[in-house]
Each structure stands twice: as C-alpha cells, then as structure tokens.
C-alpha cells in the first residue's frame, strides 16, 4: 500500500512526517500548481466547489508517482464533504486512476475510535512507536503553528521584501524533517530565533487584518493565491484564524478527557446565525464579531465559488460589518481567479483600512 492525502498548505506535513514513522510508505502530495489544477477542473463536475478540484488534481499527481490509497477525513452535515470521498473515488476510477480510500469518520464523542482506525493501518508497529509518532507530529504541528504567526508578524515590517518568506520556508523544511521530540524542541526555538533576526523596518503602527473562511481556502497558499503574503508585503500584519492545533484540541482532546469544549466563537456568532450549516460558516461570522470586538482594522474572507455553509456566511457578515463598522472584503475563489485580480482588490481594501485609520485618528 502506497498511501497519499489530502495537501492543506503545510499543515498536513506532520501528518505524512507521522505515518512515515509508522513505517507507512508515503506519497506525500506535491504542492499544487497550475498543472493540479488544471487536471482537477478537467476532471470535476464544473459546479463543485474548488477545494475538491485541487484535492483531485493532487491524487492524479500523487498516483502518477505510485499511490494507490488515500487517507482522508470524513465529515457529517449539511455540505459536500461527506460525499467527497465517495465522489472523488468514482470520479478517479473512471478517468483511470483506481484508488482505494480509507476515511477517517469524526470521532463524534468517540476520539479513540479514531485512533484506534488509524491502529489498524499500522499494525506492525508497536504500541510505543505509534504514540511516539503521534507525539512527534502533535508538537511538530505546534511549532509550525506557532512559528507561521511569528512569520506573518515579521512579514509586515520586513526591511528587504521576501526575507521572511524565504526564512520561513527554510525553517518548515527543517521542522518538517525532525523525527524526535528533542529535534522538534531545537529546531522550533532555531526558527523562532531566525525570524527575529531578520532586519525590520520601524512602524507607528502595524494593521492587522484577520483571514477567515473556508478551512482549505485559509491554509493552502495556492488555493487562496498567496493572500497572506500578498497583504504581510504590503505592510499588514495578517492573522489566520486557522489552528488545527485547536481544532484538535477541542474535537480530540476535549472529547478524550470528556472537557467541555470552547464554544466562545459559537456564542459570538449565535445573534446573526444561530445554527450550524456546515464547513466553517458560523465560524467565519462568529471570527468576524470577534475581530471587530478585538479591535482589528480589518477581515479578509476567502471562500471557494458554490461553498453553501460560507454562502450563507457571506450573506450575515455585511450585518456584522455595518453594525461594528469593521471593513470586510470577501474574495469568492476558484480556477478562473486571476493573481491580478486579487492584488487590485487587497491594495484597495489595505487603503481603505489605511484611509479609515487616518480618519479616526484625526478626530480625536
Ligand atoms: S465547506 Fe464548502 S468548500 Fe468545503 S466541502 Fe463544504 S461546500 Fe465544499
């Protein structure tokens, strides 16, 4: 069994560095690029959202290099990722690339359940191994988390354009190559050491921007066209509302030590959308409140073109902006955006932001 999975930015890197510990053999899936997404539009239905595209032209790739499985989540509600991979698998099949998948379903309540699935892949390994690996890809997940908002802060006030990026880059590589929780531990603090000291220009005030949205859009820089990076080289300090670390936290751990989980960003969006609709829609307007209430200068929200649950987002949050006056740009996104197209939208939204600060600050 070769094995691949579905690519998110870097965040899924530990779970590949993990499954190869377990002595899995792992086709880890190639960044996208023009090519995966030109092989997922050509295969999937045109209305489909564009997640599942990218996702597609990625287990093409991942098969042309030997694959033959893919592990992925399942999910449960009212959207379309509970048929992916069903759909995907009978979609792959007839373009010739069989596949088997093995889907991990939501623990609902039963987190154990997931680990012991995720046992019975690897069943050659002992007991010490397995948790061993987990643990190794828990704080790996951690210290990239941890270092990817370092890297947005330092982005912004950056002296020599791209630095960052590249540092950043350099040390992921690093992280994403240590197989010991003493190597993880050493090269988390190298990399935090290594954004600091990259040159910074010195700025009154820094805008801070929060990205929000759909969860593949928000963490994979070639679906969401480099958003992040686009706004840090423009001077603004971006913070994904991105943490699987916290998605973990709370379906996994919580569930496992029977804790109450944080429903804060429930709570904070239940006066404009009471009811769960799927992906990360009460999310997203629950981010928005909480944005404004933090006193952010402004969000930023990527959603993929036919997304329902961020459909039905993007119908409340213009109520939440207006009523909080914090400025909004929604960018609806799929195979036929366009990189300039973007870059227009970001450079007048960070004016706006700019303009309204300006503003203020003139009345007081
Ligand atoms: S949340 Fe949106 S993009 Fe993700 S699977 Fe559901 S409909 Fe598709």
Redesign the pocket.
């Known amino acids: 069994m070769k094995i691949t999975y579905p690519r998110m930015g870097d965040w899924t890197a530990p779970l590949g560095g993990m499954l190869e510990q377990m002595g899995l053999t792992v086709v880890r899936p190639p960044t996208p690029s023009d090519r995966t997404r030109n092989i997922g539009a050509r295969l999937s239905p045109e209305f489909i959202?564009?997640?599942?595209k990218l996702n597609l032209g990625n287990y093409v790739e991942a098969y042309e290099l030997g694959a033959d499985t893919v592990l992925m989540a399942g999910g449960v509600g009212p959207?379309?990722?509970g048929y992916?991979a069903t759909i995907q698998k009978d979609i792959l099949a007839d373009a010739g690339y069989p596949m088997e998948f093995i889907v991990l379903e939501p623990p609902k309540g039963h987190a154990l359940s997931l680990l012991s699935q995720l046992r019975k892949l690897v069943q050659n390994v002992s007991l010490c191994d397995f948790l061993r690996a987990v643990e190794v890809a828990w704080l790996k997940l951690q210290a990239m988390e941890d270092i990817h908002i370092l890297a947005n802060q330092v982005r912004a006030v950056e002296a020599v354009t791209g630095q960052t990026s590249a540092v950043y880059k350099q040390q992921i590589a690093l992280l994403d190559s240590a197989t010991t929780v003493e190597s993880v531990k050493g090269l988390w603090s190298r990399a935090r050491e290594a954004l600091y000291n990259i040159k910074k220009v010195r700025r009154e005030r820094v805008p801070v921007v929060r990205l929000i949205g759909?969860i593949?859009m928000i963490s994979e820089p070639f679906a969401n066209l480099d958003v992040e990076e686009r706004l840090g080289r423009m001077g603004v300090c971006v913070e994904n509302t991105l943490s699987l670390v916290d998605y973990i936290r709370q379906n996994l751990i919580a569930d496992v030590l029977r804790m109450h989980r944080d429903r804060s960003l429930q709570e904070e969006a239940r006066p404009y959308l009471a009811h769960f609709v799927?992906?990360?829609g009460v999310e997203s307007v629950g981010n928005t409140v909480r944005a404004a209430k933090q006193r952010c200068d402004g969000v930023v929200h990527v959603m993929?073109f036919t997304?329902?649950?961020?459909i039905v987002a993007q119908s409340v949050i213009p109520t939440v902006s207006e009523e909080y006056g914090i400025p909004v740009l929604t960018l609806i996104l799929d195979e036929h955006s366009a990189e300039a197209g973007i870059q227009t939208r970001l450079e007048a939204f960070v004016d706006l932001i700019q303009n309204k600060r300006e503003a203020v600050r003139n009345r007081v």
């Not at 997304?307 to 961020?310: G, K, L, S, T």
């Open positions: 959202c564009y997640p599942l959207c379309r990722f992916y759909e593949y799927g992906g990360e993929p997304c329902m649950p961020e």
